[in-house]
């Protein structure tokens, strides 16, 4: 039986005509010239030239990323903003001109170090550069759509199937792929195993074992997914906001022209930036409503920052709701009821399709539970169910041991940082006009601004 095609798709690529000469200097080839090769031998039926392409084309984006994930870290690591300039009692940026000096000090020996580390490790800035057409297919997840193609031509099933699942993980309501896994379904030596999703994230994965082993009351085995769930979900965070300090997308400028990342661009490490910023705005530089200029890159890259929340809760092409605060909702009652029989007599967490069984006494883990009651009610301090389920718990441990445990501090340092964002983005909206979408429904009402309010209402 004959799969069908991917589908068809134009690309219309223009690259720089260096790169050919500069691959021979680097290890990394560029992953949209080896995806745009991989393209035109799956045209030609050249299987082999397709696998081999396209499976260089992704390890060397994920190589990239982590390349600049690592540098971008280790620099902020280096030149962390908050350390006192010598012979001055105060770090405060505008507290002095002195206390000003030393935090574009930092913003500079960033941007030099974020640059140095980034060439050292993959050559010229402008190498590894892709438009917007290539990313999108990325995000698409379309190489696997050619590898399970190419794979099955060559009878290499498993790597067929695994291709095809993973393409279908973020692509659900593709009909063909659709008919191609029932397809594999059936086939002699096609294993449930082979139904793996190649680009799955772990804090995801986690999260989704954890749910499965809650679903069918097994406690302790869903806290133990759900407690590396939260800690899978703050370094893929971390991650996902040094990314965002990147080049500032704009539509009027071609990326080859303008590619500064965000400490770049305070300093104003390109020629380009200084000169575009200049000649619209002579007076001030940080009042500047030019797309090039610091304020809307700095919008920019918040908004980015704030994303990241709805992307790391998004499975397949759909986000969870109230994601980071039911890995706590889902931790208490889990905690509670771990080394038991029965389910806690305030039932599941609010949502939840769990019938509680007969009460027969609380679990080994009340502390951990109080913990994160109190975590979940960081989001929604004025949940009535959560605060019954810690009265419960507390009474149950006792009030004076009780009011010693505190929420996680991770968790609180994440809602004070994310609280202080989207105020500077509202501010933004209010000033210049700039739209901000808060991904989070725990978002207090009141960090809106009140004309914003009253247009929802």
Known sequence: MELRNPLIFCFCFIFPPCFSDLSSHFVLEPYDLLFDSAVEAYYKGDWLSVILNMEKALRNKATVRKVKTQCRLGCANQTAFGDQLAGTGDPVPGSGSLADLGFFQKILRRADCVKTCESEKLGSPTLHEVTEDVELEFRKRTPYNYLQVAYFKINKLDKAVAAAHTFFQANPDHVEMRQNLDYY???????????????????????????RFYSNDSFEQAAEHFEVAVREFFTSNQECRVLCEGAYNYDGYNYMEYSADLFQTITGKTERLWGVCADVNKVNLFTSRDPLCVSDHYMQVLSCKQRCALELATNTDQPFDDFLPSHFNYLQFSYYNSKTDAASVFGPPAGENHTPSVFLGPGENLEQAIECAKTFLLFYPDDEVMKDNLAYYSVMLGEDKAQTISPRQVVKRYIQQSMLEKELLYFGYEAFGITFVDPDKWTPEEIMPKKLRDKQK
């Not at 379904?185 to 749910?211: I, P």
Request: aromatic share 8%.
């Open 185 to 211: 379904k059936m086939m002699a030596g096609v294993e449930e195993g082979h139904f793996k999703d190649l680009e799955a994230r772990e804090h995801m994965a986690e999260f989704l074992l954890g749910k």
